[in-house]
């Protein structure tokens, strides 16, 4: 982790110069998590390639304006999370889900196990705010600090929602999970 | 089952995200090997994160183009071969040179220049002037003497011919004169006239 953000920090420093191939390669290493990270809050495939290309052309713009190179990965999410949250706000007056929301789910029917599915549902009954923070803390990693950072909310409110959310998957997941108990004994 | 702390119960959702420091860690697992209700509560916490961990991470449709995008085109004082050769020793050693006798020549202290003399146009326009008059004075002059002699020329060919017209008549009268006094002193004496 150290050897990456020595390197990513290389890398946006060769960007500031001019270097569009380094940038090229910052991309590349990040995009994966920010689309999945997209992808779990939008619900849509071709909405969150949408806001991924352009959270990357926002960062391109403004990483002359990133302070601290090491904080690269919360200064990322916090454009995708302000930009998924863009889009979320347009939908809301419409009031329906996206119509590729079966889409996700046939998807995912690919997968042979049956707990990858249940997650995903049950990640979708989540309040936005909910399911962003767990998303953030169990599947990206970031900090209490970082996700503050990130959120724009002060760090108890982080701790909140993490929690809240992470109990009521706890509720919803309980059967898939005893299953799992079960199989193993 | 409950946790026998009733008032300090384990966090456990902090434990198994790693939001706990060692101290707090190693004081909960050691309740929890004696606490059947946090055993429990730890197992359904940790089976849950195991369940999320079973999530797929989607694989990228189609890889972020921006690469073409004329956006990322970098300025002409991003592009890199502006500052190696900036870096270059020769040119950073001319550039400095060139730079050192800029300097000098702006702050050198500029050479005292005597003002340019006011120019004094209405003297110079009197000056003109009284030129001009002298020679147009000189001018009238010369042609009002030359009209004079060639008047007074004529007014004495003209003066010369009358007068001797005057003295021919004046001379014609007189003889004219005499001979009539000649003739009656001869008829009154009766000498040789008949």
């Known amino acids: 982790m150290i050897f990456r953000e020595v390197e990513d920090r290389d890398l946006i420093a060769r960007t500031r110069r001019g270097d569009v191939e380094a940038y090229n390669l910052l991309v590349s290493r990040w995009e994966k998590r920010v689309f999945n990270y997209l992808l779990r809050l939008v619900n849509h495939r071709e909405d969150a390639m949408d806001v991924a290309q352009e959270v990357f052309l926002k960062a391109y713009q403004g990483l002359v304006k990133l302070e601290d190179p090491d904080r690269f990965s919360a200064w990322l999410f916090r454009i995708a999370h302000n930009e998924a949250f863009s889009l979320l706000r347009k939908r809301r007056p419409e009031g329906d889900m996206p119509a590729e929301s079966a889409a996700f789910g046939r998807a995912s029917t690919m997968m042979p196990l049956e707990t990858s599915l249940a997650v995903e549902r049950a990640l979708m009954e989540l309040t936005e705010d909910h399911r962003e923070a767990v998303l953030l803390k169990v599947y990206q990693g970031f900090k209490f600090e970082e996700m503050a950072e990130i959120l724009g909310c002060p760090v108890s409110t982080v701790k909140s929602r993490v929690y809240a959310g992470f109990e009521q998957l706890k509720q919803t997941l309980a059967p898939v999970s005893g299953r799992a108990v079960e199989k193993i004994s | ?194």
């Open chain 2, 1 to 194: 089952m409950n946790c026998t702390l009733s008032h300090a119960k384990p966090d456990w959702n902090a434990y198994v995200l790693g939001e706990m420091d060692r101290a707090e860690r190693q004081r909960i697992e050691a309740h929890a090997s004696a606490c059947t209700g946090c055993q429990q509560d730890l197992a359904a916490t940790r089976l849950t994160l195991d369940s999320m961990a079973a999530l797929r991470e989607e694989e990228i449709p189609r890889r972020i183009a921006f690469v073409s995008d004329k956006v990322f085109e970098p300025s002409f004082w991003q592009k890199d071969w502006w500052r190696k050769m900036f870096l270059r020793p020769s040119f950073a050693g001319g550039a400095l040179i060139a730079g050192a006798v800029l300097a000098h020549g702006w702050m050198r202290p500029p050479v005292a220049v005597a003002p340019p003399p006011a120019v004094d146009v209405a003297a110079i326009e009197a000056q003109v002037s009284q030129k001009l008059q002298a020679q147009v004075n000189e001018s009238v002059q010369a042609a009002v003497k030359q009209a004079v002699a060639v008047t007074r020329q004529q007014d004495d060919r003209r003066t010369a011919t009358l007068l001797a017209a005057a003295e021919r008549r004046y001379a014609e009268t007189t003889e004219m004169l005499s001979k009539q006094v000649t003739r009656m002193y001869a008829m009154n004496s009766g000498v040789g006239v008949r």
